[in-house]
Each structure stands twice: as structure tokens, then as C-alpha cells.
């Protein structure tokens, strides 16, 4: 359908109930325009395109006339009644080309009313989280399989899994290896004389980021001037005369072969980078500014040959790199880190993005007007003595928490008894402020922030650090207990089994109460039926949990029980919650709640 | 805090105190009011600048009539920055408590190279570059040329300066060189003249050693200091050897060659100005009669190295007839130069004093001594007269002239050494004659006959007795501190066997050894997985170690090394070696720890300090000593002998000693910092090479340390950082206090003190 626009005539209903107003309704690529034939009636619309999310319509040879839902972003939607399935079908095709453009939503027609669209890709993402986490399946399996929750409403809750899930996909980037390039060794087939060296892409990038002159030259002269397997071989024959360390021989061999002398001389891009970098060096290590002063040792004065000066050759020393130089490079690329990030395919694709990457790095470097400044307040800061320094403690009053149970209630009934420690500890931190000085500091800090605005961190984060440290000790104290002393668990003493049921239960009540709870206020009729079926789901649990306490030897039952009786508490305070308000929904049944239909 | 010695009072800008820092301030008072010179000890890390900062400062505070100015000299430009640093938090701490009146100035002076704001002249290389550079556009006959011709380049920042006359001057504060080259940008005016002439100003100035010490350097920088001024040398260690290498000379084939250049372009500018401006030539020999002193009037920019070693009443004489007119110096130049290519075409090695030197020179060359003395500010004068700019490309003659003038000054502490190959390579011929100077006292006894206090401190002075020897002075006052520690935060050990319980060693006959090379590298290996952060290692030589870094990179062991922290190396390029420490930092800093590879002697061992987590171990892989069979050592060992009856057996220890205890005790920075030494060289566990470390190093070096092989050393090591990561009191525990607050100290008073201190 080559067409830009689709032109039928159709009736808008607000409402599946509504009668709809008679018009014309024009889809373009942009805009969905309803025009009603008769233009004193309120139906006019005019809505964007890019605030659809789905098309929904009925099925031909259903009973129901053809309609047309179109949902938008704000869970809204409009329907339009067509003459005809025909027409229906144009419409349909052209709502699903304009958002497949927009590549949010595929086209598979879903008719289940809740349902909401997927794409491949989540579906995938939902399968694969499941296949790795084997409580998830469980859950999964035990609930929307059974059909006490929809596979949306499973989902709804774990939004954020799936969110972390996306963008796990950008994965950590790797590092360069720590071990040297002149560490690939060479293999030889044993009967001849040639070595083969394995290159990938990945040393290859190694190399270029230690060797920006044979970066240069790979870039000026492949494939230019030679092939890219002549490049190499150059590049380890110039290796091979510098492992030799024989410098009269690699300086006969450069002045034949000028584009071997470029591997083998000093490394000018290096040398020119090395002068930008040490402007930027902290001073307190910049011995190069020492030279400055230094007039002893002009040429020819000072003390020569005495054992710390040793002497240096001369001669060819354009062609000398010393092993102490390499490391120090090596390790210096190392610690900058790989600054491309692409597939590494191809050596050219390499070498270009590594030449971008430099462009855009240098650029970058030339706005270094703070970089002193910083400098300057690292070293005022590494020039005082921290021990000789007064306490160094920041206003603050530790949190106080009535009941840390209500904080901690993620833990388990072990972690009681270290919570009972964490309060006293709690309250063991001295509050170092009086209640006036506290509200005095919040006035200052409000006043402060009306004056200058919100600076960056709005908290110290040493502050932040120690009110939090406060309030995790526990959750820590209990981890470390338990890890520590395996005994101290209650569930470890536990036979396997019953254990395992034991959590799967405690997770299971978890789902459900999650769901129920977020299901309140009832509003539509949907939730109360998914009330419903969750609190069956729910009073099934009693007799599974009463089955476990009766399965395990009696000494432990006590235990157990302990552990069921929050359980308990949970499920039946939620069920308590339900029969209330079914008695005042019977009670005003007479009113309809909104959407109700 | 703020508290009271005897009459004055302290203003410390911390809230407590160390024990040793409090004895410290004492015994410095004492030598104040005694108005001598001191020699103090007191280990590394225990705050001895910021001690000896406030006690001076607030010393000349409390007596507002005597204006006592510091002069503080470093070894090197980043100990400047820091010393400025730490002044800075001490100022402001002085302006916090007593208001304006505790206002002062205080300045770092360093090269142009250092303080040069402009681009042109700042693109150069070197040092003598940046030098000519900004003398070819601020020497006088170039700003008079300028005048007449707009085309004729000067500096803006210079031109301003000058134009602000008087006004130019720096209002009170603290001024590291990066805050000068701020001002100097701001104001437009040159940061280097301003300095210079703030120095006259200044309350406390901050340099360079050499700017004291180096006669060549000293006449001008620091000839407006008056006598009551305090003079500092910190990190003292190794003074003797400034001394002596400050007057010390060498000449070689390259120099000869380049003198002879430099002496063809002479003759051609003499040639031009006569046929040109010969009025020039005749004004200067007017000057020349009536003596060198008149060189006080020039401009500030024309002004040069002066004269190496000349005493003052040698200036106010005429100098002598036969190098008056500028052509016969040359010749006396040139036959100098062609006595010495003479001299260095022998084939033995020859050891000679400086008169049967000059004697020789007599007869052969018919050059007098009085002659030789007056060569270097015969040809600074000459070079001013000919208007020669780009002074660079003169260093080779004013070499000679400055061995010439002090071998005609000196009648003994020095000898002239001919040498016609290295000794340790044979083969290839590279003659060198050096004029060395054996006695320290000579460069330094100017210093302490000007100046009423000199005060020389390090972290290492053992054995304490032996510097007034070599320095020939007599201070009122000579202390040694222990460090008070709340814990046991440095842990010293001697490793004598490696993991295959054979003994390592660096001797000579060892050090070669491949089982002494690989279980050097073992014992890195076993350290650089057990211990966190920065590792720093130090060898006895660039030979040596690149010797065994390579041959550890040959057998794998430094790959395997790498797999556990990065790896950086001191070279002998000071820019590589700069961004290496740089790059070791960040690496220190970002968690991935690093090893540095160093060399005892080396610049960086002198003044890089690996504190906290940049350094949590040194190893010190042999014992540093020097060449020994080098001649000059030999002849210095011989003076010392003979003049001090020290021998030399002692001073090779006492030298080697205290190198190594210089790279050890860089790792700590204050007390709640920790670290680990270990000293890998089997030679340490004998009574007479321990002895002479430090007394803080010794007191926690405990006696089953003493004989380590490497896998006790890294059982010892894995418990002591297990115990140093712990918490702890930082007051220090019952009975000695290790930090006293100011309550304390009022509570000692006079009477309770020295129980506590000592």
C-alpha cells in the first residue's frame, strides 16, 4: 500500500458503549483526523501519531460490528466503528505500517482484552530471565501457568529486573591485557626458517595504542603502499633488529629501508605527547621543573662517572629503545584503558577508530583551564597531616528508629535476635546534637541553599555515608552472623527439604501479597477479580504450611512454627483486609465504581 | 593551636601535636637564641617542615624590632611547591588567629624555565635555551636596539614590568611558582624579575640548594640577604655531595671541540665590532683596569653566573694586563684550550694537585695562576661587550673558564683526574680530564660564615657526628629524635636468604649470580600478591637494574609480575621518568596498584615521596654502595683520610648506609600512615652495615627480622598488614602520649615535660 494517507467513514465512540459519533476519519503518517459529518457535535479529533501505542479490533465473523481500538500512551484509547471489515482491515494495515516506523510495537494481533503488546525481543529477554533464575520459573510456573496472574501482571511487579536486564546489554568494557606486546612469540613449523605470528585484532589494537608512529604509518601506507601482510611483516622484521639489540645493525638496515627506520626510530608522536602531558603533572613530582635549577649539573660540571651517572652511547641512539621505556608505555596504556569501543573485526576499522578516538581526546584536552586548579587543591590536600588534625567529625543525628523490625522486616526471624543488637547500638552513637542545633543546622543549610542554590552534592557525602553506615549495621551484622557461624541459622538446621519449601512459601506469600496489596483501592472490576483469585490462591496456602509444620520431627516444629507464624500473620491480615471490604463494597453495592461495566 | 616556648608563642596550624615535632621546636629555638648553627635529625614523617615553619616564623613574630628572614632551601622544585604549600596553610592559619600583622611574604624562586610566562621563549627545550631565549629580548643593547626600531622583538611581560618600575611588587602572601606565573599573567608583568626583586623583600624565601650553595649561582641571587637571615637546608643528607659537585669540573673531547667553535666566533665578533663600534672594546678595557667590581651596576637582565669561586677582594682588582684587550684573552684562551687537548691525549691515567697543574700550565702554555683566576669573568665581560645573546651555544668555553678559574683558586681539597677510557669500558677511548672537588667545606663555608643560624635537617643524619667533620662547622646545636609511635607502623626487615635458603647479595662477585637474579625476582613476585597498592623497589644501579629486568623478562618472572600490578620504571629521562610516576599515582590511586622500579642515588630516590598508599613496601635490593674502584671516589677517600682521619671503610658504609635509609624511609608520611622495608642484601645482618641506620629505623627493627629468608618474609608481611588495617587509638595508649593536644602541652609546663619527651 503505497498510499500516505487512508480516508474512510466511520463512527467515534468514546466509550465501547458509547452509540459513536458518525464522521470521516483520516490517517495520515503524522496525525489520526475524526471530522464528524455533523460539525456541531463534540467529537472532533485530532491526535499525533506518535502517541499510539497499539491498535486493537474485532475479528471478522465475530459477532461484533468492526471496530478499531487505537490505545495511546496514557492507557487511553479511541475506537472507531467501520461500515465494513474491509474497510476495517485498510485501516488496520495502515495503524500497523505507521508504528512499525515508529518500531515501538509489533504487529502481532493480541484480541485478549488485558494483554498488552510485545515485542521479540522482550519476550525473549522474559524467557531468558526465567531460564536463568529458577525461582523466578518457579513463581511463574505457579502462578501464571494456574492462571492466578496474568503474564502482564507477573511482570508488572519486576519491571525493574527487566530494566537492568536492557541495559546489562552494554557490557563492561574490557581492558587492555596486562601482558606486554613484545610478549607474542613467534611459531615456527619446525623445518624451515619462517616464524608465523598470530595477530588479532585485539593485539593488533594493542599496538597501536602503544605505538602511535605505527598507528601513523599503518594508516598512511596501507593499503596504499603496501598490503597489509608486507605492513606486518615489516613491523616484526624492525622487532626482530630491535630484540637483537644491535643498534649498528638496525641503523644500516633503516637507512636502506625508510619504512622499516619508522619502526625502528624513536617514537616522535610519543616524545611531542609526553612534553603536552608534563604541564599536567601534579608538582610534586615534576622533577623535570628540578632541571631548571639544576646548575651543577651543566654539561661537563658535577661529578662524571661516579656510579650513579653511567654513561650512555651516543652513537645510535636514534635507534636504541630500551626495554625500561617499553614497559613504561605499556603500562601507561594500560592504565588509560581501551578508549575504542568497537567489534574488533578489521585492523583498518581499528586503526580508524582508534585515530578518532585520539582526535576527539586531544580536543578535549586543550579546555584544561581547571586542571591546574584541581592540581593545586590536591596538593594543598596531600600537604596536610591528617592525624595532627582535630577530630573530623560532620554534624549530624544518626537516625533514630523505633522499632528496626519495621526496617529490617526483609529479614528473617534469625535476624531478629542481631536487630535487638543493632538497636542497642543505635542507641550506643552518641547524638551529638541537641534538638535546636539540629533545627538550626536545617534553617542554616535551608537558608544556604535560598541563597546559592542547590550545589551538586545536596548532602556531604561523608554525612550520607555515616547515617547510612548506622542504619546497615545490622543488615550487615546479620550477614556476618549467619555466614560466620552457619549454626546461628535456623533454617540451616532445617532438613533440606522443608527448607527449600519453607523459602519457596515465604516467596510465593511474597508475590501474592505484593499483588493483592497493590490491587487496592478496587477500582475496576479487573482487579476485583484478580482480588479474588489471589485470595484463593492465598487461603491455599494454610494447608500446605500446616502440612510442613506437621511433616518435620518435633523437635524442630517449634522452630518452624516460628518461622510459619509471620507467614501466617501476612495472610491473615490480608484476608481480614478482603472480607472488610467485601462487606462495605455489599454494603454500597448500589454505587458503581469508575469503569465499571 | 597555639602555644608558648620559653618566651615566644607558637602558632601550629594543627589541632595536636607530635612529642618529637614539640622537642624539635625547642632545641631550634635554642639554636635561634644562641644565634649558631644546628644540626637536627628527626625521622621522616614526623612534620619536621611545618615544625620548623611555624617555630621561625612565629620566632621572628614574637620579635617584631629583628627582622628575621627564612631562607629555606630544597633539593628539588616539587619539595619547593610543598614546602609552599605547607607555609600556605601555616599563614593562613597565622592570619586566622593574630589578624594583618602576621601578614608576610613569601616567595619560590626557580629558573626562568620555572616562572617564564611567555609562549615564545618558554617553547624552547632546556633550561640555557629559556635562558638566551628571554636574554634576546631583554638584554640592554636589545631593548635600546628596540627602541629605535619597532621591529626588533621584546617581551611584554618584561617591558611592563620595567614601565611599572617601583610600583611592581608582589602584596603580602604565599607564592608557590605556579601562583607567580598567575600573578605575572594577570598583572602582565614577568614573574621571574618580580621574583627576583622581591627576594630583597621577602620574609621567607623558598629555593633551590644550588642558589646558595653554587658560587656560580649564589653571587647573584643571594648576595642582598642580610646576616641575621635563618638559613634552611632540609633534606640534608646528602649536602656534602651538592658541595662538592658544585665545584666540581670536567672537560672532555666534545668540550674542547665546542670551546674551539665558540672561540672562532668570538675572534669574528671582535673582528666586526672593531671594524663597526670599536669604542666599545676600548670602554671595556677602561673597566677592566679598574677592576671586576663594577659588574653590581649592570642591568638586571645582562646579569650572568658570576664567578665560580672568587673571593670578594679579588673583584676590586684590576685585572691583569695581558687579558685586559679582548684579543689577547683569546689567544690565552685558545693556548689554554690547546694545552688541555694535550693533556688529554694520554694513555694512563694520571692523578695530579691543582698547583703542579697550574705549574705545568706556566711553563707549557705561559699562562700565570692569577691569569687563569680571573678567566671566567674575563670572558662574562667579554660576552656583555660583544653583545653575544643566545648564551646557549657558549656553554663549552665558559666550562673551560670555569675550570680554568678554579683550579687557579684552589690550591688544595681538589685534584685533577685524566682518565683516558671508562674504566668499565675498556675498549672504547673517551678521554676525560676532571677537576674534583674532595672537600665539602669549601662550597659551604661562605653559608655559614654569612648567615648567623644555619639550620641542616633530614630524616637521616646517622651517624651525627661525622657531618661537622665534613662540613667544617661548629653547631651549638646536634640532635638526633626518635619518632614516638602508637603503633607499630613500620616494619624494617633484612631478608638474607631467598626462597631456596641461598644467600642473595649484590657484591660484586653475586650480584651476577642467576640464583641470586631469580630469587630477587621471586621475592617481588611473592610481595606483589600479598600486598596492596603501591610497591616501590630500589636497586643499587641503572646497570644493575636493567640487567635484571631484563633478565626477569626473559624468564617470565616480570610477565608474571604484571599479572598482579602494573609496572613503571625511573629511566634516566627525567620527562619519561615524571609521567611514569605520574601514571604509578593514578595507578595507586584507582585501586590497580602499581610496582615502581627505582634506583638508590637516582632523583627520584631524593625527593619523591611514596606516602601512604602510594608505597606500603620498598624493597631495597642490595646495599647502594658507589663504584669503588672509581678514581675520584678513590682520591676523595684518600683526602678524607688524610684531613679528617676518616676511613674509608666507614665513609663507603656511612654513604651506602644512608642512601639506602633515604629510599626506605620515603614510605612514611605520618603516623597513621604504614609501610614495610625490606632491605635484600645478605650484608645488612652484619652488626657494622646495620649500625649505621638510622636510630628510628633500628628501634623497630626487632632482631628475628634480622635473618629473613623470603617466605618468612612474606608470612611477616601478610600479619603486619592484617594488623595495620585494624583500627586504633590515634592518641596513643597508656603511659606515653604520641599526640599532644594543647591542654597537654600547658599541662607539662617546664617540669613534667622531659619525662614525657624522652
Known sequence: ?????????????????????????????????????????????????RYIKGQKHTKEGSNKPPWLNLTNNQNGSFIFEFENYSDLQECRDFVGKVLAKGGEVSEKPTVAYPDEQLSAAEMELRIKLLQEDSELQKLHKQFVLSGVLTETEFWATRKKLLDREASKKTKQRL?????????????????????????TPEVILQIFAEKPAVHRAFLSYVPNKMSERTFWTKYFRAEYLHSTKNSIAAAAEAAEDEELAVFLKQDDILASEARKKIRRVDPTLDMEADEGDDYTHLPDHGILREGSKEMTESQNELYKRSLSQDINRHAAVVLEGRAVDVELEDTKAVAEALAQSKQKSSNKGESDGDTSRERLDRLSRMTEIEDLQGPNTLPLAPLCIKDPRDYFDSQQANALRSSGDALGEIEQIKCGLSTQEVY????????????????????????????????????????????????????????????????HHWTSILELLKHFWASYPITTTYLYVKVNRLKDAMSNIYPQ??????????????????????????LDAAIQHYEASMQKRSAQSGERPNGYV | MKFQIEDVTVYFPYDYIYPEQYSYMIELKRALDAKGHCLLEMPTGTGKTIALLSLITSYSLSKPETSIKLIYCTRTVHEMEKTLAELKLLHNYQIKHLGPQARLLAIGLSSRKNLCVNPTVLAAENRDSVDAGCRKLTASWVRAMAAENPNVPTCQFFENYERAASAAVLPPGVYTLQDLRVFGKEKGWCPYFLARHMVQFANVVVYSYQYLLDPKVAGIISKEMQKESVVVFDEAHNIDNVCIEALSVSVRRQTLEGATRNLNRISQEIDRFKATDASRLRAEYNRLVEGLALRGNLPIT?????????????????????????????????????????????ENVEKESPVSFVASINSHAGIDQKTLKFCYDRLHSLMLTLEITDTDEFLHIQTICDFATLVGTYGRGFSIIIEPFDERMPHIPDPILQLSCHDASLAIKPVFDRFQSVVITSGTLSPIDLYPRLLNFHPVVSRSFTMSLTRDCICPMVLTRGSDQLPVSTKFDMRSDPGVVRNYGKLLLEMVSVVPDGIVCFFVSYSYRDGIINTWNDSGILKEIMQHKLVFIETQDVVETTLALDNYRKACDCGRGAVFFSVARGKVAEGIDFDRHYGRLVIMFGVPFQYTLGKILLARLEYLRDTFQIKEGDFLTFDALRQAAQCVGRVIRSKADYGMMIFADKRYSRHDKRSKLPSWILSHLRDVNLNLSTDMALHIAKEFLRKMAQPYEKIGGSGRKTLLSEEDLEKMGDGGMDEMLY
Do not use: C
Not at chain 1, 543546622?441 to 547515617?467: D, F, N, T
Not at chain 1, 510442613?548 to 501476612?570: D, F, W, Y
Not at chain 2, 673583584?315 to 688541555?340: C, S, T
Open chain 1, 1 to 49: 500500500m503505497a498510499s500516505t494517507h487512508v480516508t474512510k467513514r466511520a463512527k467515534y465512540k468514546t466509550t465501547i458503549k458509547d452509540p459513536g459519533t458518525p464522521g470521516t476519519l483520516r490517517m495520515t503518517f503524522e496525525k489520526i483526523l475524526f471530522v464528524p459529518h455533523n460539525p456541531k457535535s463534540a467529537g472532533k479529533l485530532d491526535v499525533e501519531f
Open chain 2, 302 to 346: 645582562d646579569n650572568w653566573l658570576s664567578n665560580p669561586a672568587l673571593p670578594d677582594d679579588i673583584l676590586k682588582e684590576a685585572v691583569p694586563g695581558n687579558i685586559r684587550r679582548a684579543e689577547h684573552f683569546l689567544h690565552v684562551l685558545r693556548r689554554l684550550v690547546q694545552y688541555l687537548r694535550g693533556r688529554l691525549d694520554t
Open chain 1, 440 to 503: 538550626g543546622s536545617l534553617r542554616e543549610s535551608i537558608s544556604s541553599i535560598k541563597a546559592m542554590g542547590l550545589k551538586e552534592p545536596i548532602v556531604k557525602p561523608e554525612v550520607a555515608h555515616q547515617v547510612f553506615d548506622a542504619l546497615t549495621n545490622s543488615i550487615s551484622n546479620t550477614k556476618y552472623h549467619i555466614g560466620k557461624n552457619p549454626q546461628e541459622s535456623v533454617l540451616d538446621r532445617l532438613p533440606r527439604k522443608t527448607k527449600e519449601e519453607l523459602l
Open chain 1, 545 to 570: 504450611l500446616e502440612e510442613i509444620k506437621g511433616s518435620v520431627p518435633s523437635e524442630l516444629r517449634h522452630q518452624v512454627s516460628l518461622l510459619v507464624r509471620p507467614m501466617h500473620q501476612a
Open chain 1, 175 to 199: 581492558g587492555f591485557k596486562s601482558a606486554m606486546i613484545s610478549d607474542i612469540k613467534p611459531s615456527t613449523d619446525g623445518r624451515t626458517n619462517k616464524v608465523t605470528f598470530n595477530l
